[in-house]
């Protein structure tokens, strides 16, 4: 119950005083039949008539129990005003002096504990002046408290005071028991359907209950809940990592590649805010045997941060305290490329019995690498002179095998093979390769001779060979000299006791003699024949049978025949002491001495076509034998001739032409030897 203090005396004779004095007065205007609750606020309307209260004057409102009958200054209690409001004079203000209308507003004591009427009445201070009493009938307002929460925790994550859940979680809330009616507010807003003693929240907000007694009611504090989500975002510390490469096409990194010769560390979000801690669980995917996946724990991965060195992709779980809430962090992937590790090597050439790291200079040989993949990258380097020096690349070396001959260096060199893939990094050890020189082979006497036809040279050759070969036209010699008697080219191959091989040309040729006696001649006897020889530098005339020569040396000698068939030969010497031989027939024919000899000869020939006497026929005279058959005219001009007699004479020269009627002169020569000789008339009958 609510206590006063003790009574000083009628309230009604100082109020009576009060307006009598003053001319002043005071009234309460209020709705009939006033009915609060604890805690509720009333306005107070109140009428200053007469004169004004002077500028010093406040008013005091004066609540007691009871009825106005009983109401004692000394019985009440002073209510604060908790707020004031002017109405009339206007403008609406906050003075306490002036005449109108004014308000104030009080609240029900909440220290009232038992339910009756009550009475109030506002005075004023200067003067004293009291207006009217009123009575209210105050009810006892029930108490509303959230008295307990299940399934939520003291939330330190926001640094506020708020009760927190999980996010999946239900949290229940529990209001004072035994009230008459409950209402649920979320925010404010009244959640409908929620007028039981407890509440289920699923979400965020500002939660509190309304209770009732059937008469007032009662709004509890607020209670703040919060559903709480924690992250859990995945960073990589890359620190002194030389083969990381971020493979992401976002702003998210969440995925990653790098050598398997480094290890990367992954780290997780923590809690700074005091009270607060974060447990740890690092995961990894795996396969599972009928190819299901599945996460596993990494083996001591339960800090913040874990070490990680192998393709997978791995996850991070969290556990916040207080609460126990969890959460799994998105992938992330790493991938961990393998050094290609392998070493390379001389590879032989198909055909070659084995592979060999020393070379003649012309020659070559191929290094590979022992292990390949189309997915790594390939790089040569050289190292020249061997053993000093620094690596080089070598431009466009990028497979997987080089061939190396003096062509790429001109000496003994080191080589060695870069590999890369998408990470990792690898040079394989060195291998030298050795150029060994190639022996010096020249032949001798010269790189070209010239021979006369039938002759040879000896021919050899000069060098550091240990054995020498010989190939040309026709045949092959091995040794160092031999004679040499075919014309064409000469290769001649020198190896040494490395087995390396140089070669060496030789051109041999003949020098081409072209001796030439000229024509064969038919002169009268007694007449000099001009001889005329052409084809080389030095001549020289002789015969088959003794005859004379003006000069035998000279090739235009003149010569006189002394039988009637005499075969001349000449011997052409050239500038380089080569010679030819050529012959030419000198024939001696009189016409005047011809005796016409016609037994079993025909002598006319009538070539006109009708079959008879068309030919001059010495077939018979010829027999079987080889026989040359010569025309002359009457001045001794040869106009026909017949090598080796098959046919006869029709009356025409060798180039077809019909000859003139007339006396022709003929000589058959069988093997040089004149067999017959006589006179043949040609008569053309129309």
């Not at 203000?93 to 506002?122: M, Q």
């Not at 082979?441 to 010989?470: E, Q």
Request: net charge negative.
């Amino acid at each position: 119950m609510m206590k006063f203090p003790a009574l000083f005396g009628w309230l009604a004779a100082a109020l009576l005083l009060g307006f009598s004095a003053q001319g002043q007065s005071l009234a309460l205007v209020q709705t009939a039949n006033l009915s609060k609750c604890t805690g509720d606020s009333l306005r107070l309307e109140l009428q200053v008539s007469g004169n004004a209260m002077s500028g010093t004057n406040s008013f005091k409102v004066q609540f007691a129990p009871g009825t106005p009958a009983s109401f004692t200054l000394g019985a009440s209690v002073t209510l604060p005003i908790v707020k004031w409001q002017s109405i009339l004079p206007l403008p609406v203000g906050t003075d306490t002096n002036s005449v109108g209308t004014k308000y104030a507003w009080v609240v029900i004591p909440e220290t009232i504990l038992t339910s009756g009427f009550y009475s109030i009445a506002v005075r004023g201070t200067a003067p004293s002046l009291w207006s009217d009493t009123i009575q209210v009938l105050v009810n006892v307002s029930p108490t509303a408290t959230v008295t307990s929460i299940a399934g939520g925790f003291n939330n330190l994550h926001t640094g506020a005071k708020d009760w927190g859940f999980c996010t999946g979680d239900t949290v229940k809330l529990f209001a004072n028991s035994g009230q008459n009616g409950y209402q649920w507010f979320k925010d404010g807003v009244p959640l409908p359907g929620s007028t039981q003693s407890s509440l289920d929240v699923f979400n965020s907000g500002t939660y509190s209950v309304q209770v009732s007694n059937g008469i007032c009611t009662k709004m509890s504090k607020d209670t703040i809940v919060n559903m709480y989500t924690p992250t859990t975002p995945v960073i990589h510390k890359p620190g002194s990592m030389s083969t990381i490469k971020v493979l992401d096409v976002d702003a998210t990194i969440d995925s990653v590649g790098f050598c398997e010769t480094e290890t990367i560390q992954l780290e997780g979000p923590g809690t700074t805010t005091p009270g607060t801690s974060v447990a740890y669980q690092w995961l990894r995917d795996s396969l599972g045997l009928f190819g299901q996946n599945y996460v596993v724990p990494v083996a001591g991965g339960t800090q913040k941060a874990v070490s990680l060195n192998k393709t997978g992709v791995y996850y991070l779980q969290s556990t916040w305290l207080p609460g126990g809430c969890p959460d799994t962090s998105a992938a992330f992937w790493l991938f961990v490329d393998t050094v290609p590790d392998t070493e390379i090597q001389a590879v032989a050439w198909p055909g070659q019995p084995q592979a060999n790291l020393t070379i003649c200079a012309d020659d070559s040989t191929q290094l590979a690498s022992i292990a390949s993949s189309s997915d790594w990258d390939y790089q040569w380097e050289v190292r020249f002179p061997a053993g000093t020096g620094n690596w080089a690349t070598i431009p466009g070396a990028t497979k997987n095998n080089l061939t190396v001959s003096t062509a790429l260096v001109a000496d003994d060199a080191e080589y060695r093979l870069r590999i890369t893939n998408d990470y990792c990094s690898h040079t394989t050890s060195e291998l030298l390769v050795t150029v060994v020189a190639l022996p010096n082979v020249s032949v001798a006497p010269a790189d070209s001779l010239a021979l006369c036809a039938g002759d040879s040279v000896l021919v050899g050759v000069t060098g550091s060979s240990t054995s020498y070969l010989w190939t040309f036209p026709g045949g092959s010699f091995s040794g160092a000299s031999f004679y040499a008697k075919t014309p064409g080219t000469y290769v001649v191959a020198g190896t040494n006791a490395n087995g390396c091989t140089a070669y060496d040309t030789l051109k041999v040729y003949f020098f081409t003699v072209n001796a030439n006696a000229g024509p064969d001649q038919t002169v009268l006897p007694g007449s000099t024949v001009q001889l005329a020889a052409q084809g080389g530098a030095l001549y020289y005339w002789y015969a088959d049978v003794p005859t004379y020569f003006s000069d035998p040396y000279n090739p235009n000698a003149q010569t006189v025949p002394t039988q009637d068939t005499t075969m001349y030969v000449v011997e052409v010497l050239n500038s380089y002491g080569c010679f030819d031989t050529d012959t030419m027939m000198v024939y001696l024919f009189d016409p005047a001495s011809l005796v016409p000899d016609l037994s079993g000869v025909m002598n006319v020939i009538t070539p006109n076509g009708d079959g008879y006497n068309d030919f001059f026929d010495v077939s018979e005279v010829v027999r079987a034998d080889s026989c040359d058959l010569m025309i002359f005219d009457r001045w001794g001009a040869k106009v026909f001739e017949q090598k080796k007699y098959v046919t006869g004479w029709d009356g025409r020269s060798n180039g077809g032409d019909p000859l003139p009627d007339g006396t022709y002169y003929y000589i058959l020569t069988c093997s040089d030897v004149v067999r017959f000789r006589g006179a043949v008339t040609v008569v053309r009958l129309n």
